[in-house]
């Protein structure tokens, strides 16, 4: 069942920008989602998932080191949507974004969007 509706992914040059959203499937999750730490991981075959950024229910952000001042996670509370904005991308930025809800029963994720940043 999923909870999580990504979109926004896409091909773009070294150097450009995508804004990824994400937003509950329904409404029976439309109460979770904007009460809970929702999040974006990525995701390289091969390789383990990798956190990117989160956000609080109250929009406190946070980044891992490798997106810090280049990506910018953001939530609209009227929309219930929370949004990556992914500037200066690079071709090592090349993966399978997925969104995350941090809930009280366990992580809720969605199918994941596809972003190629091609050099």
């Known amino acids: 069942q999923v909870q999580l509706l990504e979109s926004g992914g896409g091909l773009v040059q070294d150097g450009g920008s995508l804004r990824l959203s994400c937003a509950p499937s329904?409404?029976?999750?439309?109460?979770?989602?904007?009460?809970?730490?929702i999040g974006w991981h990525r995701q390289v075959p091969g390789q383990e998932r990798e956190w990117v950024a989160r956000i609080s229910k109250d929009g406190e952000p946070e980044y891992a080191p490798s997106v810090k001042d280049r990506f910018t996670i953001s939530r609209d509370n009227s929309e219930n949507t929370v949004s990556l904005q992914m500037n200066s991308l690079k071709p090592e930025d090349t993966a399978v974004y997925y969104c995350?809800?941090?809930?009280?029963?366990?992580?809720?994720w969605g199918q994941g969007t596809q972003v190629t940043v091609s050099e």
């Open positions: 995350v809800a941090y809930t009280f029963y366990g992580l809720r």
């Open positions: 329904d409404n029976t999750f439309s109460h979770v989602f904007r009460l809970n730490v």
